[in-house]
């Protein structure tokens, strides 16, 4: 979830009164300034997200002196339907940057997976993370009464939108997926965002395990008011720092209602697709979501 990697890196830098880092210089450097890399040898970052008056923070503030905090979505928008492995583990270590010689254009970079020593996985309902997306397309075509008109905001219309969404894609699944796979994913309201929300998680525990690096799984659930706390405590042990504040930020009270979205008819087919989808250990984070769905 975009929406809660953000809250969290912003949380940290808040708690601890130090600065986070980020792949995406253009998210922390102001216009016609150039982006900061942690390591002052390399322009390839990741940046410093310290420099105050931007979209992560608005006050200036050091980095820690071991674990930095790093931003990242393991994912560009250059990533296949469906990345292979390597180009998720490549993905989660490309860096934009406004760097040299010229500070008006976003270079790529990318930086050695061996500076990575922990991971934070965050994971959320992907039911509730496709109705969010669904959302905020909605919210983006604020002038567009056509597309409103086509994609409510009701059950009918974000079904409607997931069809639309597995049509553009239907070509792409044969390519990937096994015939039997595949009418599973046809069958299944936003098979093709399911498919993308599966590979990710299976490639972020097998990215971890191929660098035998700790790794701290967070729900999202836990980001709303009653467990923040707990939560905001468990991450500063893992990446050893000390809070200084308990930050006022919120999420709120809890996550989308899923039902206003889907049926229980749909919440079977997506659960059969998850599995069918998913690893065994993407699968055990996963199941939570779906336990009173048989």
């Known amino acids: 979830s975009n929406a809660g990697s953000s809250f969290l890196i912003s949380l940290v830098a808040r708690a601890t ?5 980020t792949n995406y210089g253009q998210d922390v450097t102001p216009p ?3 982006s900061i890399s942690i390591n002052p040898r390399l322009d390839c970052g990741p940046y410093w997200a310290g420099l105050g008056d931007t979209a992560l923070t608005s006050t200036k503030r050091k980095l820690p002196n071991n674990t930095v905090l790093v931003h ?4 560009t928008k250059t990533t296949t339907f469906v990345p292979t492995l390597e180009e998720y583990m490549q993905d989660c270590v490309t860096t934009f ?3 040299a ?3 008006t254009i976003l270079t790529r970079h990318e930086y050695p997976l061996s500076r990575v020593t922990k991971a ?3 994971i959320r309902n992907p039911i509730s993370q496709i109705i969010t997306k669904f959302q905020k397309e909605f919210k983006s075509h604020v002038q567009d009464t056509s597309w409103r008109s086509d994609y409510p905001l009701t059950k009918s219309g974000f079904k409607t939108w997931c069809q639309a969404a597995d049509v553009r894609t239907e070509t792409l699944f044969h390519e990937y997926y096994s015939a039997g796979t595949v009418q599973t994913m046809q069958e299944t309201p936003c098979g093709r965002y399911i498919a993308e929300f599966i590979s990710w998680h ?3 525990f097998d990215t971890i395990a191929s660098l035998d690096i700790p790794e701290l799984v967070i729900y999202h659930d836990d980001l709303y008011d009653d467990s923040l706390e707990t939560t905001l405590h468990t991450m500063l ?3 050893e720092l000390k809070q200084q504040t308990m930050p006022s930020q919120r999420l709120g009270d809890s996550d989308i209602d899923v039902n206003e979205f889907l049926s229980r008819s749909d919440f079977k087919q997506i659960r059969r697709l998850v599995q069918k989808l998913a690893t065994d250990e993407t699968w055990s984070h996963l199941e939570r979501y779906f336990k009173d769905v048989v």
């Open 17 to 21: 009164n130090f600065s986070m880092a």
């Open 32 to 34: 016609k300034h150039y």
């Open 72 to 75: 990242t979505y393991c994912q």
């Open 97 to 99: 940057g406004r760097t």
């Open 101 to 103: 010689p010229d500070p």
């Open 120 to 122: 934070i996985h965050l």
């Open 202 to 204: 299976n490639h972020a």
């Open 237 to 239: 042990d893992f990446i």
